[in-house]
């Protein structure tokens, strides 16, 4: 058993994303202190082994911290949000071998504990949409302030030391900087976590998110499979 003082929010998911094989059960709940028992193991190997990794870092040395993030919102107010962030969970992401391929990109999209963190962020801008009385078209738009203005631009080669270093969206929100190919991952997620489509688009050098629209929209805009 293992007993961690940490956010219910990481550990209803790995409860919620069971598959066959696994079991948590949940034996005593104090605010935030959960017991868990750990039974069993997942049928795929790559998620096994995460899972029993972060477990490990879960239940031997949690370090929750709070990032907080402050960018100008659409209609000219201020906006303030803070996340809290597991910097084991940050560490072990960090050490894991990177995806360069594009083709490859959706495991940073993906991974399940990365979109806990992208969904507290959907919370708050759906907040704001109601104080703000925010469209659909605002709010992603707000999505994409978000990103463009409480995450600073910095190269890879000047962050990482490398030319090429693609990021978890643990790793770009508790960094809060990232180059293009980072920020839109993020956006792409937190855009999907909104409720909309999204994919990502490679060009020579660089990589962007897009938004799913209607057969009305205008603008530039691209057919997919279509």
């Not at 059960?25 to 096994?48: A, W």
């Not at 993030?69 to 996340?83: E, I, M, P, Q, V």
């Not at 894991?96 to 993906?110: A, C, K, M, V």
Request: glycine share 6%; with cysteine.
């Amino acid at each position: 058993y293992c007993a961690a003082d940490t956010p219910a929010k990481i550990l209803r998911l790995i409860i919620e994303g069971n598959e066959d094989g696994l079991y948590l059960e949940h034996l005593s709940q104090n605010s935030q202190k959960l017991i868990l028992v750990y039974g069993g193991l997942l049928k795929n190997p790559h998620l096994n082994r995460c899972l029993l990794e972060y477990l490990h870092t879960l239940c031997s040395n949690p370090d929750y911290q709070v990032v907080q993030y402050s960018w100008k919102t659409r209609d000219g107010g201020n906006a303030y949000f803070s996340l809290c962030i597991d910097v084991n969970a940050y560490k072990y992401y960090s050490s894991l071998d990177r995806y360069y391929l594009f083709s490859e990109y959706d495991h940073y999209l993906n991974d399940k504990l990365n979109r806990e963190y992208v969904k507290e962020i959907a919370r708050c801008l759906r907040e704001i949409q109601k104080q703000a009385g925010y469209t659909d078209y605002d709010i992603v738009c707000e999505a994409v302030n978000f990103v463009q203005t409480a995450i600073e631009y910095e190269y890879d080669s000047v962050a990482k030391g490398q030319s090429d270093y693609p990021k978890y969206a643990i790793e770009t929100l508790w960094d809060r900087e990232g180059d293009c190919e980072d920020s839109a991952m993020l956006l792409a997620a937190l855009i999907r976590e909104l409720g909309y489509g999204s994919l990502l688009m490679h060009y020579e050098g660089h990589v962007a998110a897009s938004v799913l629209g209607n057969d009305n929209m205008t603008g530039t805009f691209l057919n997919v499979n279509g």
